[in-house]
């Protein structure tokens, strides 16, 4: 039987519909939640994910600062305009689009974001408070992962996940999520050193793809009736398609035929991001320090 695919859009409307009501209730009280987005150059996909944030801020009810440096723009000022963000007592909210330009030191950047307006959940500070279960914010894609599945009623507890990929902003917060108490799954982590990952992957109950590789999870990887959650966005090109590329997944989607559950790309994953990020933001204004 095919897998039912998981709607993470209709998921993410109604925790988006919550964050409003929460914006609207800090507007009475003359508070303006603020995001600012800070992109360097012109990556397409980081644009489009860029403009996607902005515009489901303004829909929460939500301002965005959109600010735009260039490719070429020196570490010094990146970390100056950091900086005055920081101080800034109508911003509450700071979001740096990742990948930066080589030139660009990456951990400096993050280390410099006031983890009070770390909405990503990429400072140390965040990462750390993650990893001893204190409360800070939490990554917007591992978060919307995890609260997927929560809301699904996917039973969790004692569940073998298997996560393939293990960069920073995906693979290996989610696994710190998904072996908290309160989810309390068995995880595995797969990376590009993993041995065999078959074996790995079809002892998943839940797999999790996010490895950044086109279609790697093939179907016969897929144990039957698993529950699968695809993070990969790959622009493939595809001259087919007006724009030239089309947009695929880390799974094959014929694995489908295997699977219980399986999140489509785009419209899984992807949704959940962006409204976790909102949530992120309306917390950062609630409890921000006004004094
Ligand atoms: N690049 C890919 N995903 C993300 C994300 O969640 N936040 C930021 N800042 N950059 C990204």
Redesign the pocket.
Known sequence: MPAIVIDGKAVSLKIREEVKQRAAALGERGIAPCLAVVLLGENPA?LS?VTAKEKALTEAGMKSRDIRLSAGAAETELLSLIAELNADKTVHGI?????LPAHINTDRIISAIDPAKDV?G?HPVSVGNMVLGRPGFL???PHGVVFLLKELKIPLSGAHAVVVGRSN??GVPLANLLVRRDVNATVTICHTGTRDLSRHTLEADILIAAAGSPALIKPEMVKPGAVVIDVGVNRVPDSAKEKGYRLCGDVDPAAAENAGYITPVPGGVGPM?IAM?LQNVVQAAEVYNYE
């Open positions: 980081s994910y979001l740096v689009q990742l990948p990503d990429f990554p917007c894609t902003i995906v991001t990020l």
